[in-house]
């Protein structure tokens, strides 16, 4: 991945950075999202809403390490981690997703139904 590539799709809006990341995640099968220093998914909050932050590749993250999150670190998951630990953890403690968030502010926040949906649509064309 090239450093224009990466300006590119930061700067798209937050829905059309969700549909790049959800055309990536279906052809890699991998997604990456940060972790703190004790290995607990690093969560934020907007509007009372807990949300956890997916990206599609590890060199997206690099600009949302501020603001609280100096010491977390990319964290890589596979869709057998979705299955037997994230899914599971997101519906038990009601959280949101937050898709590819850039320089600290929100990307596009989705619930997780709206979530598997989409990513099987996605992966049923492949």
Known sequence: MNDK???????LEPYNRYQYFIKKVADYEELWTIIDQS????LSDI???????????KEYI????????ENCSPKKLTFDD???EIFDLIASENYLINVFPV????GFVVNLD???RDLSDELGSY
């Open 82 to 84: 979705l299955e037997d």
């Open 62 to 69: 690099d600009s949302n390490l501020n603001d609280g999150w």
């Open 5 to 11: 590539e990466i300006e590119n799709v930061s700067n």
């Open 39 to 42: 290995g607990d998914f690093a």
């Open 114 to 116: 709206e979530f598997s």
């Open 103 to 106: 320089n600290g502010k929100s």
């Open 47 to 57: 509007d009372d809403k807990v949300l956890i932050s997916f990206w599609s590749a």
